[in-house]
């Protein structure tokens, strides 16, 4: 590890970590949480039945939305210093970027889940903000099932974002690394994380998290990511 990450790191645990953080613990209260909102989705998306096509319209479009909002708040709120939402930036682009480069995207210490895992309460507000953006409008025209789709569709973006940004700093040893690294597509999805922490990309490329559906459409996919070395 080279000195300048060196320094951020210990300087990040002394002075940013809160005392009584536990990584175990956030990634359990992270699970629990999605587990309670994704049964209820379903729940409320089948309430009268078997859940009508609609329902899985509103699904299928809450994850498009989802792919469009990641894509939008991490290049244009987390890597741009805008008014209000200046935290937001100094969060991402200053705290995890300093944490994080292209050589070292890895650290095998469990209180560094802080940097990598949501708060739970962050997953909390998350899903009440697009619920009340989304939920109105669909009770009225489609009905509960609809909503509880579109619901479901987003406990699963918050989800697999929460699940793959951890992987992609998750030291290779541990069994979930080793599992996720024997698939290809999850390798590209790694390396196009990395890339994206190439000092000289991470305000250009790689803005996508999860599946870099934007990326692709907006010409912002890091083609570094499309050489997959030997595992």
């Known amino acids: 590890m080279n000195d300048p990450i ?58 498009l939305v989802f792919n469009l909002f ?31 480069d292209a050589a070292n995207m890895t650290s095998p210490r469990m209180e560094d889940y802080h940097i990598t895992v949501h708060p739970t309460g962050t997953i909390v507000a998350y899903f009440i903000a697009f619920n ?35 992987y992609y700093h998750l030291a290779p040893s541990t069994p979930m690394c080793r599992f996720f690294d024997r698939f290809g597509y999850m390798r590209l999805l790694k390396r196009m994380h990395a890339a994206h922490h190439d000092r000289r990309l991470m305000a250009s490329h ?12 907006l010409g912002t996919f890091p083609k570094e990511a499309l050489r997959d070395g030997p595992r």
């Open 6 to 63: 060196e320094r951020y790191r210990a300087n990040y645990r002394s002075e940013i970590l809160p005392r009584r953080y536990d990584g175990r613990a956030n990634v359990r209260n992270n699970a629990l949480v999605y587990a309670a909102l994704a049964v209820a989705s379903a729940l409320a998306m089948g309430s009268m039945g078997r859940p009508a096509r609609a329902a899985w319209i509103a699904l299928a479009a809450s994850l």
């Open 132 to 166: 009340l953006a989304f939920a109105p409008p669909l009770l009225w025209l489609w009905g509960l099932p609809a909503a509880g789709g579109f619901a479901l569709g987003i406990a699963l973006s918050l989800l697999q974002l929460d699940l793959l940004h951890f």
């Open 70 to 100: 990641e894509y939008a708040y991490h290049r244009w709120v987390s890597h741009r210093r805008q008014p209000g939402l200046r935290r937001s930036y100094q969060r991402h682009a200053g705290e995890h970027h300093g944490f994080f």
């Open 206 to 217: 790689g803005f996508n998290i999860t599946h870099p559906l934007c990326d692709f459409l």
